[in-house]
């Protein structure tokens, strides 16, 4: 039987804050390109952040999904669901409290999640280590 959605979530703020800062500084790492950070706490039960990033070609969205798939595990002890890894245009990394979406740039520019998910606000800022 699968696993609820809800089963990855963490109540805990500082194993949240401890992920979303893993997810960013392997992204970084990896040399991922507009890289931004939108907070759903609040705002969606889904999870606290969702983090979209664009990668330069498949290869390279396909490298920083694996890498940041197998330290989430290493740090969690979890495996994070991924969808979208054999082709590598978007691939979706779902580790619970962190929504991670990887693009090329072409595919995220169609999609324009940033916009779908701003709930009025200002745009998102860009997420880095600042």
Do not use: C
């Not at 992204?27 to 939108?38: E, F, G, K, T």
């Not at 952040?49 to 290869?59: E, L, N």
């Amino acid at each position: 039987m699968p696993a609820s959605a809800n089963a990855y979530r963490s109540p805990d703020a500082d194993s949240v804050a401890v992920l979303h800062k893993l997810v960013l500084d392997s992204l970084d790492d990896d040399q991922a390109a507009d890289m931004i950070s939108i907070p759903l706490a609040g705002k969606s039960s889904i999870a606290d952040h969702m983090v979209i990033a664009s990668g330069r070609s498949t290869r390279q969205v396909a490298s920083m999904a694996a890498k940041l798939a197998e330290k989430i595990k290493g740090t969690t002890g979890r495996s994070p669901r991924i969808e979208g890894l054999p082709t590598a245009d978007w691939v979706l990394i779902d580790a619970g409290d962190i929504i991670v979406h990887l693009f090329r740039p072409e595919v995220r520019s169609f999609y324009n999640l940033e916009r779908m998910w701003s709930f009025g606000d200002a745009p998102p800022a860009p997420a880095g280590n600042a």
